[in-house]
């Protein structure tokens, strides 16, 4: 980011001009997340962005639900993921309950057992609202990165992606490097704030506004990041190549 921005300031490249090439997707978290903090304006290549990825938005997901029981969107979002058999016919009922009662649908999901309606898929409904409200309280006392982790393991959707194999493999990867991001989060805000315990609404916000920055003009002045492999055949002035440690 400084030697770009240093660059550009001294007119001496465009952002077009530069790239940053790594050897697979996981890679470009941490290096979105530094460009959307600083203002450097990037494009990808031949990927996904880091946050559209979906198992990046489903344990995102998961946190804002564990922040707010009321999320109705992020709830349906991952009430089944992974499966848990709880069908569509089913989330519709909750819905009418809720209605008709004036409570959320998290609200009837934890006292399912009370409405003869919802009497089959009671216990898969009380055990997700179970897991999440376990979850919140977890959230008070144990730091971000033990939070993330045991919502992964909790909730089942590590264990799916690795009982998914091999044609799994770069979303477990993904996800790992979503840790990663909270571990480096925690220890920027402790050198910060060393007398402040981070939060997880404050990661959520961050992760958000990393997400806003995300929305960008294609034909617009811009970083490219992609992998070495989708570079094949394309020159570029000025190229970055992060992560050649031993192990990547």
Same mark, same amino acid.
């Given at each position: 980011?400084?030697?770009?921005?240093?660059?550009?300031?001294?007119?001496?490249?465009?952002?077009?001009?530069?790239? &940053?090439?790594?050897?697979?997707?996981?890679?470009?978290?941490?290096?979105?997340?530094?460009?959307?903090?600083?203002?450097?304006?990037?494009?990808?290549?031949?990927?996904?962005?880091? *946050?559209?990825?979906?198992?990046?938005?489903?344990?995102?997901?998961?946190?804002?639900?564990?922040?707010?029981?009321?999320?109705?969107?992020?709830?349906?979002?991952?009430?089944?993921?992974?499966?848990?058999?709880?069908?569509?016919?089913?989330?519709?009922?909750?819905?009418?309950?809720?209605?008709?009662?004036?409570?959320?649908?998290?609200?009837?999901?934890?006292?399912?057992?009370?409405?003869?309606?919802?009497?089959?898929?009671?216990?898969?409904?009380?055990?997700?609202?179970?897991?999440?409200?376990?979850?919140?309280?977890?959230?008070?006392?144990?730091?971000?990165?033990?939070?993330?982790?045991?919502?992964?393991?909790?909730?089942?959707?590590?264990?799916?992606?690795?009982?998914?194999?091999?044609?799994?493999?770069?979303?477990?990867?993904?996800?790992?490097?979503?840790?990663?991001?909270?571990?480096?989060?925690?220890?920027?805000?402790?050198?910060?704030?060393?007398?402040?315990?981070?939060?997880?609404?404050?990661?959520?916000?961050? *992760?958000?506004?990393?997400?806003? &920055?995300?929305?960008?003009?294609?034909?617009?002045?811009?970083? &490219?990041?992609?992998?070495?492999?989708?570079?094949?055949?394309?020159?570029?002035?000025?190229?970055?190549?992060?992560?050649?440690?031993?192990?990547?």
């Amino acid at each position: 980011v400084d030697k770009i921005q240093t660059a550009v300031a001294s007119k001496e490249a465009n952002y077009r001009d530069f790239a &940053v090439l790594y050897r697979n997707n996981a890679q470009s978290s941490s290096i979105e997340r530094a460009f959307a903090k600083s203002g450097v304006p990037y494009r990808m290549l031949g990927g996904t962005r880091f *946050n559209d990825r979906k198992e990046i938005r489903d344990i995102v997901a998961y946190l804002h639900l564990i922040e707010n029981h009321d999320d109705r969107e992020r709830m349906l979002r991952i009430i089944n993921e992974p499966k848990r058999k709880i069908g569509d016919k089913t989330l519709e009922a909750v819905n009418a309950i809720a209605l008709e009662e004036g409570l959320t649908m998290f609200e009837v999901i934890e006292r399912a057992d009370a409405y003869l309606a919802l009497k089959s898929s009671a216990p898969r409904l009380m055990e997700f609202a179970g897991l999440i409200n376990y979850l919140t309280a977890l959230a008070e006392d144990v730091s971000l990165e033990t939070l993330v982790k045991e919502t992964l393991d909790r909730s089942g959707y590590r264990q799916m992606l690795i009982d998914g194999g091999e044609p799994e493999q770069d979303r477990l990867d993904n996800i790992e490097e979503f840790v990663s991001g909270v571990i480096e989060y925690e220890r920027a805000m402790a050198e910060e704030n060393p007398d402040e315990k981070p939060t997880l609404i404050c990661f959520l916000e961050e *992760n958000a506004l990393v997400a806003d &920055v995300d929305k960008y003009d294609e034909s617009a002045d811009a970083v &490219v990041l992609m992998t070495i492999h989708s570079a094949k055949g394309l020159e570029f002035p000025i190229v970055f190549l992060p992560g050649m440690e031993a192990g990547i």
